[in-house]
């Protein structure tokens, strides 16, 4: 069914964990030539004796040689720095400048791929990779810039052949390996991207920075399939072979996390803590975990103090502890925490969120929102327009939440997440019309979306315009793993195809047991599918729930009526 408005979380737990899961797998995500390591400028390495010479017996030509690399390598790295600010223009001015000295330098053609992928102009990207090639038939930078265009244009072929190019250059490529497991994922071909990240982990074994990185990689793969225990065997194999070595320590305590060990994940962390004096991201993973029980609160609060005192001026130790505070109901401290922050970060917004969330939790909506409007004011960002709206929203005061949306949206009318906003406002206020005004314009600009596919599906549905089913089955190929949308096509499909509505909301129900209202729609498909006993046990069961859901008293009209016949 629709998804509801999401309420921004009264509490932010902000802190470093590490991220063994996604939603959408990409390895090579973060592969960015902006971030690669360069160690070789004009063929020499940076420390290397030339030819004939000894390190003993360093002549005028090697340090001239030297200090020519030098100074080529600073030049490099200049322009690199003003890629990475965004600073084009005067990047390429520098960069044409160093190219009237060193044209035949492959390096550079490189580095003019780089700026050309970051104007979007990827023909000339390609033609001065190949350039650089053509200069350095082993230039391992040019063939993964290559691969890299060529996965994100969908020639998996060509991707493939570079990423293999680079791999017969150096076997321990790390980017290489996540590339063609990038492939083997887009061909949906599952058992292929294990056996290559597993190879990668063999070729970069002895290098723990690298091993973790492949791991990670794994991590990622093992969440999507549902094998969290592969990864977990990973970790703990990672740390036999580095014995007290911080960086593997904090490998296995994710593992542990995601495999619901959490005795076993404190424990490694207290040691990770142990190793380190100064650690602050895992006393606050450790005081995350120790959270949840509400006898280590003395334990927790000591952890906060350490990193307090260890980093007095990070803000996510602020924003933790004040938010432990609340969750204790402790509303004094948490307000002279939060009054901290805004001391310590007076330009920023932190201090105001955190007040907003103190007064939030006290139930003082009018307290909180004007710290919210204070915080917005200072550092705009959609999550605490939001939070504002749905507190208009939540004092009945819709039309105001929408007028400032709607002012928001004027500034910028490509903001997809206020689009949605609106529209599911709208949508609540049986506003179809401008939902689907607002549905529409982010499906002009992402034709793909699920959520906007989804929620116009179910508009179109009680309008009984023919398109829903279309729009509903195309959000299921997007999300299909989505309770709601998966819900919204099955509760759909029932008018004209019984049988298969039946069993996409089997599978919705499986996905949230929980959610009363799809369980309303599963015994609507029992019943039109003559299953009317097992239509009256899910009735009965949600009707005895106090959990309100929308849809309630037509559950208990389809019972009543299932009961008389």
Known sequence: MKDSIITPSKTRFLMATLMLSASTLTFSANFDLLNQPQTNFGGIEQNAPLKGETWNTPSILESMQQEKIKEKKKDYLEILNLFKQNKLNEGEKKLAALFKQYPEDPELFNLQALADSLKKDIASAEKNYQKAIAKDKNNILAHLGLSKLALDGGDLTKAQDYANKTLTINPKIVNAHLLLADVAYKQKNTSQVESILSNALKQVAGNIAQEIEVIQNLGKFYAIQKQPEKILALGEDLSKRYPGDNQALSLLAGAQIVNNKKAEAEQTLVEIIKHDKQDVNHRLLLAKLLSDSTEKEKEVIKLLDEALTIAPENPQVLVFKTAYQIKLKHYPEALELANLAEKKFPAGSIGALLKGDVYLAEKKPDEALKNYQQ???????????????????????????????????????????????????????????????????????????????????WIYSQQNNPKAAELAEKAFSKAPESAAIADTYGFILLKQEPAKGLEILEKAAALAPQANDIQYHLAAAYNANDQKTKAIEILERILKSENYFAEKNAAAELLKQLKQD
């Open 375 to 457: 915080a917005y004011k200072k550092q705009p960002n959609d999550k605490v327009l939001f939070t504002i709206a749905d507190l208009l929203v939540a004092q009945k005061k819709t039309p105001e939440a929408m007028k400032l949306l709607e002012n928001e949206l004027a500034k910028n009318s490509k903001n997809n997440a206020v689009h949605f906003k609106l529209a599911s406002l709208y949508q609540q206020q049986n506003d179809y019309q401008q939902a689907e005004k607002h549905y529409n314009a982010m499906l002009a600009d992402q034709p793909d979306n699920a959520l906007a596919l989804n929620n116009l599906a």
